[in-house]
């Protein structure tokens, strides 16, 4: 599995879609933002590989999205991870390897690194579990945004 293009969900994909089918909100989205030089990839793939068999194991996680770019001999990613309620993102926030890994990104890999946690309020396009009709998310939208 490369690394570069991560897409991993519980659900099938709509035949004609890529994209990370979601429930309908609420759930929780991890926005991870990362710089890091080219040096080190073997083992930065490698902590990353083990992080990704370990967090499709856990209670709770909904799938992952991830976009990396090469630019001036540096990776810059960006991914979320999904989960369906706080007490299954804390308890992968909490997890002994997970933690020991991101004690040693943090140490090894990263130039800089932020990790923002937000609540899914609304989704609407492409993938949607529930209210697969184009009228139902919008309708959904008003609400939210009125």
């Known amino acids: ?14 035949p004609d879609s890529e ?3 979601t ?6 989205a991890v926005i991870s933002t990362s710089i890091r030089p080219m040096e080190g990839s073997a083992d930065y793939d490698t902590v990353m590989e083990a992080m990704i ?3 499709k194991e856990m209670p709770g ?3 992952a999205e ?5 630019k001036d001999n540096k990776y810059y990613k960006v991914s979320t991870v999904y989960w369906r309620d ?25 130039l800089e690194h932020n990790i923002r946690v937000c609540q899914v309020i609304e989704h609407y396009g492409a993938n949607l579990t529930d209210c697969q009709s ?13």
């Open 1 to 14: 599995m490369k690394i570069a293009s991560t897409h991993h969900a519980l659900a099938d994909l709509k």
């Open 19 to 21: 994209l990370l089918r």
């Open 134 to 146: 184009k009228r139902c998310a919008y309708e959904s939208r008003e609400s939210l945004l009125d």
């Open 86 to 110: 706080l007490k299954s993102l804390s308890a992968w926030r909490h997890d002994a390897a997970h933690v020991k890994a991101k004690e040693h990104g943090a140490a090894h890999f990263y």
């Open 53 to 55: 068999r370990l967090v």
């Open 23 to 28: 429930p309908s909100p609420p759930y929780y």
């Open 66 to 70: 991830s976009s990396v770019e090469l």
């Open 61 to 63: 996680f909904l799938g």
